[in-house]
Every structure is written in structure tokens, then in C-alpha cells.
């Protein structure tokens, strides 16, 4: 039995995924002019993209994490956002890059951003590697898009179905059975 055997499809592959996000860390480096970046990931699914995305930036780079509540126990967005962890440190003069693995709603993300705001950044800008092409509910400029993808749950490369399948190294779309009857998913 193997992880893979869940995924209906391959969305983005792994050489897919590195490809662009050589090209996103080298825009965000020349972007900030060399300056140093505090990149900010939001727990758990942007991890493994953060850290493929710091190293795709030549300049000095600085992590910090927040945790909000996401999905809770359903697929679709509750539209409500909780701090469960804020950043460790201040980010006033600071050039902060907002790293999220996907934008739904845009809610996280408004949120997000009007909370940070409030904290005098030097800049506050958004890197989300996978952008769902639907209405929004609210709008957001997203500075830095890895994919825009369709409207479909997708796991892997963070992004998990009820705690799992953040270690697949591809994008992918589960098999309806895998989640069909299932109450506990996403987060
Ligand atoms: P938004 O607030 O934009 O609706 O939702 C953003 C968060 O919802 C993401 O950070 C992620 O945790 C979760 N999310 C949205 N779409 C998906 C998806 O297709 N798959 C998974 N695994 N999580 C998703």
C-alpha cells in the first residue's frame, strides 16, 4: 500500500514545482533589491514550500511562522481565521513576504494581511504557490503566484487531507473514495 495509490491525478509534478519556484525566489530577491526578506509561513501547509523558496533566494533571508485555524473538520472554508501561533518576533521596517501554499477565499490571507499591516512593515507582500481560479471573498492582491489551479481539493506538498499526504512531492488530486464518508478532513 502506497500513499500514491490514493491520487485520482498528478496536478503539478516535482520538477514542475522546483522550475517555478527557482523563478519566484529570483523575482522576490530582485523585487526586494538584495535586502534582506523575512519570509513569514503559514503552518502548517506552506512549509515545505518555504523551504524550497528560501533557498531559491539570493539574499539574506529570515523565517518566522504563524498558525491560524483553516478548515477545521470540513473541505470547504469556515470563514472564520484564529491565531493559534503569532510570530515570534517584531516586523516593524521589515520587508515581509507572506508565504501561503494556496489561496481559497482569500480569507486567511485578507486577514492576514490587515493584521501585519497594522505592525509597520517596510513592505508586506504575498508569495502563494497554488491560486484557485474562483470568485473570491474577498479581495487580495497576491504578488507572487506559483500555479493558478481549477477549483478542485488538491494535497501534497504541504497540503494535506486530514493531517496526511503534505510529503507527497507533487500536487495532486485525491481519489473521491479516499475522502467520501470521511468526517475528519483538511487543516
Ligand atoms: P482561504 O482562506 O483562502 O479560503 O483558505 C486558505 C487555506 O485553506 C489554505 O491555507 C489551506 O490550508 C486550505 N485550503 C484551501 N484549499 C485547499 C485545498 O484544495 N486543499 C487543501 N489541502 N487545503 C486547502
Do not use: W
Amino acid at each position: 500500500m502506497s500513499i500514491h495509490d490514493d491520487i485520482e491525478r498528478v496536478l503539478i509534478d516535482a520538477a514542475t514545482l522546483q522550475a517555478r519556484i527557482a523563478e519566484l525566489g529570483a523575482q522576490i530577491a530582485r523585487d526586494t533589491g538584495g535586502e534582506p526578506v523575512l519570509l513569514v509561513g503559514i503552518l502548517k501547509g506552506a512549509v515545505l514550500f518555504l523551504a524550497d523558496l528560501a533557498r531559491a533566494i539570493d539574499a539574506p533571508v529570515e523565517l518566522d511562522f504563524m498558525a491560524v485555524s483553516s478548515y477545521g473538520n470540513t473541505m470547504q472554508s469556515q470563514g472564520r481565521v484564529r491565531i493559534l501561533k503569532d510570530l515570534d518576533d517584531a516586523i516593524s521596517g521589515k520587508h515581509v513576504v507572506l508565504v501561503e501554499d494556496i489561496i481559497d477565499t482569500g480569507l486567511t490571507m485578507s486577514y492576514l494581511l490587515d493584521l501585519l499591516r497594522q505592525r509597520g512593515p517596510a513592505s508586506l507582500r504575498v508569495c502563494a504557490l497554488l491560486d484557485k481560479q474562483k470568485p473570491r471573498a474577498r479581495h487580495i492582491t497576491v504578488d507572487y503566484i506559483g500555479f493558478p489551479i481549477e477549483n478542485a481539493f488538491v494535497v501534497g506538498y504541504g497540503l494535506d487531507f486530514a493531517q496526511r499526504y503534505r510529503n507527497l512531492p507533487y500536487i495532486g488530486v485525491l481519489k473521491p473514495e479516499v475522502y467520501q464518508g470521511r468526517k475528519n478532513a483538511g487543516g
